[in-house]
């Protein structure tokens, strides 16, 4: 297992980095991606003085991550490969209790890189809600495709499949996804002109274009259109990073 923790963390401590102090950040000052606060929780618990989590060890951070992120799901639950970098990941990113919760929500198959997938997707929607995400939303997407991707590869390592089938399967996936992202980028280019082009918005002249009730109507088709049309640039962003993700799992 403690080869499993390297083998994990040596890929989200690329995606955590080094000082970080981001004013649309919640958790405010952090280091190796360990939080003032949880520094600071952690040094207390020891009994030692109080300094900057900008003057954290590395040591310091790797047993941290090992104690309250990594235990508390690999260890804890035993995680099959794969499984075990998508929570693991998660839980640094989002807190342990969401990690554990879309883990269990995602499991059932037999199939442990169908498991990873589920979990990243989960993982992905409820970043997508958070109001932070339009300041970090391009390199959380990115992160999570590439847990996928490399969570999907560990999966599949342990089951057996043999590494020509796992790249094969990779570039399959790189594929798919940017056939997701092309289509995409083509229907949001289309759907704020088309939605009135087409009919999906009332006619109407413009002399006739004065009472509230109309003007709501079309404001409302003009919310519905714009909507849709960040809905679906996240969706093409998304498959984007997951068709490059995988594609350097294939190569």
Same mark, same amino acid.
């Given at each position: 297992?403690?080869?499993?923790?390297?083998?994990?963390?040596?890929?989200?401590? %690329?995606? #955590?980095?080094?000082?970080?102090?981001?004013?649309?950040?919640?958790?405010? %000052?952090?280091?190796?991606? &360990?939080? $003032? @606060?949880?520094?600071?929780a952690?040094?207390?618990?020891?009994?030692?003085?109080?300094?900057?989590?900008?003057?954290?060890?590395?040591? $310091?951070?790797?047993? &941290?991550?090992?104690?309250?992120?990594?235990?508390?799901?690999?260890?804890?639950?035993?995680?099959?490969?794969?499984?075990? !970098?998508?929570?693991?990941?998660?839980?640094?990113?989002?807190?342990?209790?969401?990690g554990?919760?879309?883990?269990?929500?995602? +499991?059932?198959?037999?199939?442990?890189? $169908?498991?990873?997938?589920?979990?990243?997707?989960?993982?992905?929607?409820?970043?997508?809600?958070?109001?932070?995400?339009?300041?970090?939303?391009?390199?959380?997407?990115?992160?999570v495709?590439? &847990?996928e991707?490399?969570?999907?590869?560990?999966?599949?390592?342990?089951?057996?499949?043999t #590494?020509?089938? &796992?790249?094969?399967?990779?570039?399959? #996936?790189?594929?798919?996804?940017?056939?997701?992202?092309?289509?995409?980028?083509?229907? =949001?280019?289309?759907? @704020?002109?088309?939605?009135?082009?087409?009919?999906?918005?009332?006619?109407?002249?413009?002399? =006739?274009?004065?009472?509230?009730?109309?003007?709501?109507?079309?404001?409302?088709?003009?919310?519905?259109?714009?909507? !849709?049309?960040?809905?679906?640039?996240?969706?093409?962003?998304?498959?984007?990073?997951? =068709?490059?993700?995988? +594609? #350097?799992?294939?190569?």
């Open positions: 297992m403690s080869d499993r923790f390297t083998a994990c963390h040596d890929i989200t401590k %690329k995606w #955590e980095g080094g000082w970080s102090d981001h004013k649309a950040d919640p958790g405010g %000052k952090t280091m190796y991606g &360990i939080t $003032e @606060a949880v520094y600071h952690w040094l207390k618990k020891r009994g030692i003085s109080l300094k900057p989590v900008r003057n954290i060890s590395m040591s $310091e951070a790797i047993i &941290i991550y090992r104690e309250q992120y990594w235990n508390p799901t690999a260890v804890q639950y035993n995680l099959f490969p794969g499984d075990d !970098l998508a929570v693991y990941d998660a839980s640094v990113n989002s807190g342990v209790s969401r554990l919760k879309w883990l269990k929500a995602s +499991a059932g198959s037999n199939d442990h890189s $169908e498991t990873v997938k589920r979990i990243c997707r989960a993982r992905l929607s409820f970043m997508q809600c958070l109001a932070i995400w339009k300041s970090f939303g391009k390199g959380w997407g990115r992160r495709a590439d &847990i991707a490399k969570g999907v590869a560990m999966a599949l390592t342990a089951m057996g499949v #590494e020509v089938a &796992i790249k094969t399967k990779a570039r399959t #996936e790189s594929a798919a996804a940017q056939k997701q992202a092309n289509t995409a980028a083509k229907t =949001a280019t289309g759907t @704020a002109t088309t939605s009135v082009a087409t009919g999906s918005a009332p006619v109407v002249e413009p002399t =006739a274009v004065t009472d509230t009730a109309t003007l709501c109507v079309l404001g409302a088709v003009c919310v519905a259109a714009l909507v !849709l049309t960040v809905f679906l640039i996240a969706k093409k962003r998304a498959a984007d990073s997951r =068709a490059v993700a995988y +594609a #350097e799992v294939a190569a």
